[in-house]
């Protein structure tokens, strides 16, 4: 059972590890090896967490993000048992400037299942729509009378954008919305945003607060492509001013990759949990057998 769960592990796009509650390592997968970056040899020692970050401190591995919450606790003495109890995420920047998502989630019974996901490309692509939104910002007085630059900026962006007219017709599209619906920009045009949503209850709170002129943050919905196929997006917006009008302008990013590894991650993490939960059954029955 323990080679089964081994091998699923391995073929997991994140990198997985358990550690039990005298903070010793006690599984760990291919790609974990890979983004930690310490010896293999020190990881089947099994070593404990603060050994495996006193290693990666050594090698450099800290080096653009001083601020990192391991390192953080490793050059203060802080309490590892306290940390490892508290769930959380926080983002690692490797000086290969790769970008590591850290996910920590306590066990009952003492220690934590940590994995770390490869986040560069989705990170590198809020940075891109984060400058692009600055370079808006910081010219907007003097593209205020520039129609054609403002349409410029928006057909540029790295994530579909809409504008919607207050009746939530549809006036504007980007290019790359054209390419996640799997349509045409010009078709969308004209017509009414209401049923791009899968789920139908998520789609009128939403268009509530489109026609309420709320903002919208980081709404997680799964949407319809003109081939009948799905895809998850991260759907924010604000009201705003587009040629003289007021629309509700909407920002529309894929995150079908990184929802599909929160299902892998999920489905590690019953699996470790259910092979914990094995082995302590075993153990009991073995201490049962001798007496």
């Not at 050994?51 to 990192?68: C, K, L, N, T, Y």
């Not at 009128?204 to 949407?223: F, H, K, N, S, W």
Request: proline share 5%.
């Amino acid at each position: 059972m323990r080679d089964f769960l081994q091998i699923t592990l391995d073929h997991v796009d994140q990198g997985i590890i358990m550690v039990d509650a005298d903070l010793r390592l006690v599984l760990f997968n291919r790609r974990a090896r890979d983004l930690l970056d310490v010896p293999a040899a020190l990881l089947a020692r099994h070593p404990t967490y603060p050994e495996i970050v006193h290693a990666q401190a050594r090698r450099g591995a800290f080096a653009d993000d001083p601020g990192d919450p391991d390192l953080h606790i490793q050059e203060t003495g802080g309490d590892w048992r306290d940390a490892a109890a508290q769930s959380g995420t926080f983002k690692r920047r490797r000086p290969d400037g790769t970008i590591i998502e850290v996910r920590t989630n306590p066990l009952p019974q003492g220690g934590f299942v940590r994995t770390f996901t490869d986040v560069t490309i989705e990170a590198r692509s809020a940075e891109e729509v984060f400058e692009t939104m600055q370079a808006l910002a910081d010219a907007n007085a003097e593209l205020s009378q520039s129609r054609e630059h403002l349409r410029a900026i928006l057909e540029a962006s790295p994530v579909g954008v809409c504008a919607m007219a207050p009746g939530g017709r549809i006036v504007f599209a980007n290019r790359r919305l054209g390419v996640l619906l799997g349509t045409a920009p010009e078709a969308l045009v004209g017509g009414p945003a209401q049923g791009l949503l899968t789920d139908v209850a998520e789609e009128q709170r939403t268009a509530e607060r489109i026609r309420a002129g709320q903002p919208l943050r980081d709404v997680e919905a799964r949407v319809h492509r003109a081939d009948g196929s799905t895809f998850w997006a991260l759907v924010s917006g604000d009201p705003a001013v587009l040629e003289g009008r007021p629309v509700y302008l909407a920002w529309v990013t894929d995150i079908t990759r990184r929802k599909r590894i929160e299902r892998q991650m999920e489905a590690a993490r019953d699996q470790a949990e259910q092979a914990t939960t094995a082995k302590s059954a075993f153990l009991a029955a073995m201490r049962s057998a001798r007496r």
